[in-house]
T-cell receptor
Framework: QQQVKQSPQSLIVQKGGISIINCAYE??????FPWYQQFPGKGPALLIA?????SEKKEGRFTISFNKSAKQFSLHIMDSQPGDSATYFC????????????FGQGTTLQVKP | DTEVTQTPKHLVMGMTNKKSLKCEQH?????MYWYKQKAKKPPELMFV???????INESVPSRFSPECPNSSLLNLHLHALQPEDSALYLC??????????????????FGPGTRLTVL
């Protein structure tokens, strides 16, 4: 069974700090690893994504690090702001593209002022 | 237009009611999805439409009936729901429909959702 495990379940960071969320997967047949950000009462929004042939991708304050041999990837939020407080989901899409995103369980991030 | 819109935003219905959720996108995407999300959980896939044809039904009970009238519209018809069906129902779309692969695969754009309460 394809799975993506995400940790931690919740995270509290001071304003200006670095938030780090980790994910690990158990199946090598994944082709794409997106991260989604979801605010309360809203739909998830695609934040940043990476392919397995790239080790790092940076967009503004958000960076994905990808370790193919360890089957792990992580989201780093630099200079975390209160407006970043949200739930973050990592996900993976199978190489066969069934259309089914395999989501992690989510991390609730709170950035304190 | 880079939005997925959903109506209504909130819906309260009794177990004997029939109602419909609507979703629309004008990004030219050829895949559309219905998800169900419970509080503090990730979205759970219900249905996938690829080129307006149902390609995945994740063993969803028949009281949920999807419909894709055209490439921009997706409906979810609800009938005889149970209180445990109360959830946030999300619609999404993607440029690369399954089973195609390539750039853009996995990039699903979600709508704001419909908060459904079944009494």
């Amino acid at each position: 069974q394809q799975q993506v495990k995400q940790s931690p379940q919740s995270l509290i960071v001071q304003k200006g700090g670095i938030s780090i969320i980790n994910c690990a997967y158990e199946n090598t047949a994944f082709d794409y690893f997106p991260w989604y950000q979801q605010f309360p009462g809203k739909g998830p929004a695609l934040l940043i994504a990476i392919r397995p042939d790239v080790s790092e991708k940076k967009e503004g304050r958000f960076t994905i690090s990808f370790n193919k041999s360890a089957k792990q990837f992580s989201l780093h939020i630099m200079d975390s702001q209160p407006g970043d407080s949200a739930t973050y989901f990592c996900a993976a899409i199978p190489s066969s593209n069934t259309g089914k995103l395999i989501f992690g369980q989510g991390t609730t991030l709170q950035v304190k002022p | 237009d880079t939005e997925v819109t959903q109506t209504p935003k909130h819906l309260v219905m009794g177990m004997t009611n029939k109602k419909s959720l609507k979703c629309e996108q004008h990004m030219g995407h050829r895949a559309m999805y219905w998800y169900k999300q419970k509080a503090k959980k990730p979205p759970e896939l219900m249905f996938v439409y690829s080129y307006e044809k149902l390609s995945i039904n994740e063993s969803v009970p028949s009281r949920f009936s999807p419909e894709c009238p055209n490439s921009s519209l997706l409906n979810l018809h609800l009938h005889a729901l149970q209180p445990e069906d109360s959830a946030l129902y999300l619609c999404a779309s993607s440029q690369v429909p399954p089973p195609l692969t390539g750039a853009g695969v996995g990039e699903q754009f979600f709508g704001p959702g419909t908060r459904l309460t079944v009494l």
